[in-house]
């Protein structure tokens, strides 16, 4: 039996409120664990922020805290934050992790266990993740499938690393109800024991059997050790002993794997079933505003912030109090009930403020960075930046002296030659930091839209005008093609055609009775999915961008009353159609004013070839999935799966920023896993989810969960009122998706040379090829080094190459998650198909 909690850090409390509560559940905790006899050992949930939380208001209790932890009485970690595994990168999962092993190093070490209890599903890389940490064994709840029915299983990523991973059948709560007293405890056991009896292996005779003493934000039993006694003197088939978690498992299966029964059930890949416990995939759908803030901030540290710092600045130079500022705030926001947003609405006000905070951080680093590499430059002019590891070319935008535009460029603004007034000539006159002689006027300047030309990967080129090849040209007043692909707008239904195939971006929006955590349709749905009115504009003709806007007005119902979406009103949606010279990307911008209520928008798209399974990403990795998901009898399988950035099927690529829903269906947009015989079926169409509007954080009696998933409040955040603005993309046809994602999401960069350096106009600081790259930045606890972690997202395994920015061999070590080195490597490391490598540079 392991006496633990489960803290929820904010949820339908905020988090000051939750903090309050957990301070005085550690004030009594202390003494019990301090006492002999009293407790022998208790669980702070396998997450350190709680400790952190806790001596924020009681800075004094560290020693003590460290002392019961060092002597085995208290376990922390390994994870700061017990995060949602689908709704933030895997970058941030592996800083969650470094986080809490390196905060509990300083407390007395963390608790080497995966405990991963009530998070929504777990990702295909965890096994990986744990094993590149040093951590054999995991504890799971949620996700686990119908083919698993034994208590402990083999689970393991599709690398191969492998688990031994303890099944919480009942959940981690299976031992909360306890009665305080010996014969209503041994009653109660000996019920649980007959509950548990299929899943426990029957051949051993000494098979443990875990029993969890808390659920969620349960306080210490200070009686447990006394009953346990009693239970004990009561029986003699039973014995029952309090300990951690690690000696539970230590003697349920004392060699873990290696000990392990031969016939030991396994399991490859993602755990995402609500076969015996709700998955609760709602979540990846409600308040967009949360997703969206995440994706900007991800890519603001991952793909800029560090990366621009670690390459173009030294290791003296690096902003290591503002990054783990940063990523501190990432961290706490991972936690399931903050980015999920099933929280009441001052809690995701909170978790919508940290992500901003983390933004602004990775942006004023950018800025700073790529202001010295300008400073740095023998060139004067534009010079364009690559922040990612791939060689690419991009739309940038530029300010050229003069009117006349250069060759190949497309005009925005033209302004002439303005005037300063005496006070900003004489502010001006005073600024020590513009050279002398600085004339109080404005020249004549153009703004303008021009291709980048090749830009090295981790590098920079200086701009030179040219013209493009496959320039955007409108085909007619509804339509762009530029060689590569071409798109006409149906002027009837707004949705428009790529290469020939109708019905892209076709918006269905229809009825949602559910709470956060789960889609539910009313009895008596109304869907709209053809607009009153459709008007088209020409934005932009080309040849380097060209934009259409479509306007479709539809009347949607207001709300749902009487389990029936009931009241009216005309909408206006906006979708901003660009095609760029170059790419067979196509860009849609979505925006409108939801002023309804419980809806669900979602946006359809053909795809091209018919397709039994999608392709998403996830963390690390790509995920293949069919179109049936495998349900329960308190949760309806529902194939709306989560992807990260990308999702593929059939011959289509769908990229977005936070959009993380999707599920295949047919041309109508209904649900195939819902029919008969759904596995034998193949769509037509893919689903994206735009909105999901609801108005209960959880509530019973709906049509596909009829169990509660939280308390039953009110929430207005989730209605998602106000401006929607919605960013995503297609490609038919074969693409590299990684790729893909990087020209829609992380654009070229322009910095302006001053020709006062001594760095080339050209050239690069890393080349990195052959795997993808998850990070690049600079290890403080080794020196500084540039650290990298690539990692191979296919089934055949690659060779990754590195070189200095002088074209030399890169040179290193290989390390695991705690920083252990594991190998060395010169110039290239070869890499199975799926693994995740971290890199130490010389």
């Given at each position: 039996?392991?006496?633990?909690?489960?803290?929820?850090?904010?949820?339908?409390?905020?988090?000051?409120?939750?903090?309050?509560?957990?301070?005085?559940?550690?004030?009594?905790?202390?003494?019990?664990?301090?006492?002999?006899?009293?407790?022998?050992?208790?669980?702070?949930?396998?997450?350190?922020?709680?400790?952190?939380?806790?001596?924020?208001?009681?800075?004094?209790?560290?020693?003590?805290?460290?002392?019961?932890?060092?002597?085995?009485?208290?376990?922390?970690?390994?994870?700061?934050?017990?995060?949602?595994?689908?709704?933030?990168?895997?970058?941030?999962?592996?800083?969650?992790?470094?986080?809490?092993?390196?905060?509990?190093?300083?407390?007395?070490?963390?608790?080497?266990?995966?405990?991963?209890?009530?998070?929504?599903?777990?990702?295909?890389?965890?096994?990986?993740?744990?094993?590149?940490?040093?951590?054999?064994?995991?504890?799971?709840?949620?996700?686990?499938?119908?083919?698993?029915?034994?208590?402990?299983?083999?689970?393991?990523?599709?690398?191969?690393s492998?688990?031994?991973?303890?099944?919480?059948?009942?959940?981690?709560?299976?031992?909360?109800?306890?009665?305080?007293?010996?014969?209503?405890a041994?009653?109660?056991?000996?019920?649980?024991?007959?509950?548990?009896?299929?899943?426990?292996?029957?051949?051993?005779?000494?098979?443990?059997?875990?029993?969890?003493?808390?659920?969620?934000?349960?306080?210490?039993?200070?009686?447990?050790?006394?009953?346990v006694?009693?239970?004990?003197?009561?029986?003699?088939?039973?014995?029952?002993?309090v300990?951690?978690?690690?000696?539970?498992?230590?003697?349920?299966?004392?060699?873990?794997?290696?000990?392990?029964?031969?016939?030991?059930?396994?399991?490859?890949?993602?755990?995402?079933?609500?076969?015996?416990?709700?998955?609760?995939?709602?979540?990846?759908?409600?308040?967009?505003?949360?997703?969206?803030?995440?994706?900007?901030?991800e890519?603001?540290?991952?793909?800029?912030?560090?990366?621009?710092?670690?390459?173009?600045?030294?290791?003296?130079?690096?902003?290591?109090?503002?990054?783990?500022?940063?990523?501190?705030?990432?961290?706490?926001?991972?936690?399931?009930?903050?980015?999920?947003?099933?929280?009441?609405?001052?809690?995701?006000?909170?978790?919508?403020?940290?992500?901003?905070?983390?933004?602004?951080?990775?942006?004023?680093?950018?800025?700073?960075?790529?202001?010295?590499?300008?400073?740095?430059?023998?060139?004067?002019?534009?010079?364009a930046?690559?922040?990612?590891?791939?060689?690419?070319?991009?739309?940038?935008?530029?300010?050229?002296?003069?009117?006349?535009?250069?060759?190949?460029?497309?005009l925005?603004?033209?302004?002439p030659?303005?005037?300063?007034?005496?006070?900003?000539?004489?502010?001006?006159?005073?600024?020590?930091?513009?050279?002398?002689?600085?004339?109080?006027?404005?020249?004549?300047?153009?703004r303008?839209?021009?291709?980048?030309?090749?830009?090295?990967?981790?590098?920079?080129?200086?701009?030179?005008p040219?013209?493009?090849?496959?320039?955007?040209?409108?085909?007619?007043?509804?339509?762009?093609t530029?060689?590569?692909?071409?798109?006409?707008?149906?002027?009837?239904?707004?949705?428009?055609?790529?290469?020939?195939?109708?019905?892209?971006d076709?918006?269905?929006?229809?009825?949602?009775?559910?709470?956060?955590?789960?889609?539910?349709?009313?009895?008596?749905?109304?869907?709209?999915?053809?607009?009153?009115?459709?008007?088209?504009?020409?934005?932009?003709?080309?040849?380097?961008?060209?934009?259409?806007?479509?306007?479709?007005?539809?009347?949607?119902?207001?709300?749902?009353?009487?389990?029936?979406r009931?009241?009216?009103?005309?909408?206006?949606?906006?979708?901003?159609?660009?095609?760029?010279?170059?790419?067979a990307?196509?860009?849609?911008?979505?925006?409108?004013?939801?002023?309804?209520?419980d809806?669900?928008?979602?946006?359809?798209?053909p795809?091209g070839?018919?397709?039994?399974?999608?392709?998403a990403?996830?963390?690390?990795?790509?995920?293949?999935?069919?179109?049936?998901?495998?349900?329960?009898?308190?949760?309806?399988?529902?194939?709306?799966?989560?992807?990260?950035r990308?999702?593929?099927?059939?011959?289509?690529?769908?990229?977005?920023?936070?959009?993380?829903?999707?599920?295949?269906?047919?041309?109508?947009?209904?649900?195939?896993?819902?029919?008969?015989?759904?596995?034998?079926?193949?769509a037509?169409?893919?689903?994206?989810?735009?909105?999901?509007?609801?108005?209960?954080?959880?509530?019973?009696?709906?049509?596909?969960?009829?169990?509660?998933?939280?308390?039953?409040?009110?929430?207005?955040?989730?209605?998602?009122?106000?401006?929607?603005?919605?960013?995503?993309?297609?490609?038919?046809?074969?693409?590299?998706?990684?790729?893909?994602?990087?020209?829609?999401?992380?654009?070229?960069?322009?910095?302006?040379?001053?020709?006062?350096?001594?760095v080339?106009?050209?050239?690069?600081?890393?080349?990195?090829?052959?795997?993808?790259?998850?990070?690049v930045?600079?290890?403080?606890?080794?020196?500084?080094?540039?650290?990298?972690?690539?990692?191979?997202?296919?089934?055949?395994?690659?060779?990754?190459?590195?070189?200095?920015?002088?074209?030399?061999?890169?040179?290193?070590?290989?390390?695991?998650?705690?920083?252990?080195?594991?190998?060395?490597?010169?110039?290239?490391?070869?890499?199975?198909?799926?693994k995740?490598?971290?890199?130490l540079?010389?």
């Amino acid at each position: 039996m392991v006496p633990h909690t489960h803290w929820d850090r904010e949820w339908y409390k905020p988090f000051q409120e939750f903090r309050f509560r957990l301070v005085e559940l550690i004030d009594g905790l202390l003494p019990l664990l301090e006492g002999e006899g009293a407790l022998p050992h208790f669980m702070l949930d396998g997450q350190v922020a709680v400790v952190d939380d806790y001596l924020a208001m009681r800075p004094a209790a560290e020693e003590r805290l460290a002392s019961l932890v060092t002597s085995g009485r208290l376990s922390i970690g390994p994870w700061y934050i017990l995060m949602d595994e689908f709704l933030v990168s895997g970058e941030t999962i592996v800083r969650d992790l470094q986080l809490g092993m390196e905060r509990a190093a300083d407390l007395g070490g963390a608790m080497q266990i995966g405990y991963l209890p009530d998070m929504f599903g777990h990702i295909a890389q965890m096994p990986q993740i744990l094993r590149s940490a040093g951590i054999d064994r995991a504890v799971v709840w949620r996700g686990v499938p119908r083919s698993v029915d034994r208590a402990r299983f083999a689970w393991s990523s599709p690398d191969g690393s492998t688990v031994l991973a303890e099944y919480l059948v009942h959940g981690y709560g299976n031992g909360a109800d306890l009665p305080p007293d010996g014969p209503g405890a041994a009653r109660m056991i000996s019920a649980y024991f007959s509950d548990i009896a299929p899943f426990i292996d029957k051949s051993r005779s000494t098979e443990g059997i875990l029993l969890m003493n808390g659920t969620d934000h349960q306080v210490p039993r200070a009686w447990l050790a006394d009953v346990v006694d009693q239970v004990n003197a009561l029986q003699e088939d039973v014995k029952l002993t309090v300990c951690g978690l690690g000696e539970a498992l230590d003697a349920a299966v004392p060699g873990g794997l290696a000990d392990a029964p031969p016939d030991l059930p396994s399991h490859v890949g993602e755990l995402r079933s609500s076969a015996r416990a709700n998955l609760l995939m709602g979540v990846a759908s409600n308040r967009v505003d949360v997703k969206q803030a995440a994706a900007r901030a991800e890519r603001g540290l991952e793909r800029r912030a560090e990366p621009a710092a670690a390459l173009f600045g030294s290791a003296s130079s690096w902003p290591a109090p503002f990054l783990d500022e940063a990523w501190k705030l990432m961290v706490l926001n991972a936690a399931h009930d903050s980015v999920c947003a099933c929280s009441v609405d001052e809690v995701v006000d909170a978790v919508l403020h940290r992500y901003a905070e983390a933004r602004q951080i990775a942006d004023a680093i950018t800025r700073a960075t790529l202001g010295r590499l300008a400073a740095s430059l023998s060139c004067s002019g534009a010079v364009a930046v690559n922040l990612s590891p791939r060689q690419r070319s991009g739309i940038v935008e530029l300010v050229l002296p003069g009117t006349e535009l250069p060759d190949g460029c497309q005009l925005l603004v033209s302004s002439p030659e303005v005037l300063f007034d005496d006070e900003l000539s004489a502010t001006i006159e005073n600024n020590p930091e513009l050279p002398s002689g600085t004339a109080p006027s404005h020249p004549p300047t153009c703004r303008v839209l021009a291709l980048s030309g090749e830009v090295p990967g981790y590098g920079w080129t200086r701009w030179r005008p040219a013209p493009p090849s496959h320039p955007v040209a409108v085909t007619n007043g509804f339509g762009m093609t530029n060689g590569l692909v071409t798109i006409e707008v149906d002027p009837e239904t707004g949705t428009f055609s790529l290469d020939g195939i109708a019905g892209f971006d076709h918006l269905v929006d229809s009825g949602d009775h559910g709470d956060t955590y789960n889609y539910s349709p009313p009895t008596h749905d109304t869907v709209i999915d053809r607009p009153e009115d459709v008007t088209t504009r020409l934005v932009e003709s080309g040849p380097i961008r060209g934009v259409i806007e479509v306007t479709r007005i539809f009347r949607w119902p207001t709300h749902i009353a009487a389990d029936a979406r009931a009241g009216s009103r005309a909408v206006e949606v906006v979708s901003r159609l660009t095609l760029c010279a170059g790419e067979a990307l196509v860009r849609i911008e979505t925006s409108f004013e939801n002023a309804c209520d419980d809806h669900r928008l979602r946006s359809l798209f053909p795809l091209g070839t018919p397709a039994s399974s999608s392709r998403a990403e996830c963390a690390f990795a790509v995920v293949e999935r069919p179109l049936v998901a495998e349900g329960g009898p308190t949760e309806r399988g529902l194939a709306t799966y989560p992807s990260r950035r990308f999702v593929q099927a059939g011959d289509l690529t769908v990229v977005h920023e936070g959009l993380l829903e999707y599920e295949l269906v047919d041309e109508n947009g209904s649900s195939i896993a819902m029919e008969p015989g759904a596995a034998t079926f193949t769509a037509s169409h893919l689903a994206l989810t735009l909105l999901r509007a609801t108005g209960m954080l959880s509530q019973v009696e709906m049509a596909y969960r009829p169990l509660s998933a939280g308390p039953p409040i009110a929430v207005k955040g989730p209605q998602m009122r106000g401006q929607q603005s919605l960013r995503y993309g297609v490609v038919l046809g074969p693409c590299d998706p990684y790729a893909l994602v990087e020209q829609f999401s992380t654009p070229i960069e322009v910095v302006t040379g001053l020709g006062l350096g001594t760095v080339p106009g050209s050239g690069r600081a890393l080349r990195i090829e052959g795997a993808e790259v998850s990070s690049v930045r600079r290890s403080v606890r080794n020196g500084g080094r540039v650290e990298v972690r690539v990692f191979n997202p296919k089934p055949s395994a690659c060779a990754v190459t590195l070189e200095g920015g002088d074209g030399s061999p890169s040179k290193g070590d290989v390390v695991d998650l705690c920083g252990r080195t594991i190998g060395s490597f010169s110039g290239t490391i070869d890499l199975g198909p799926w693994k995740i490598a971290t890199l130490l540079l010389q």
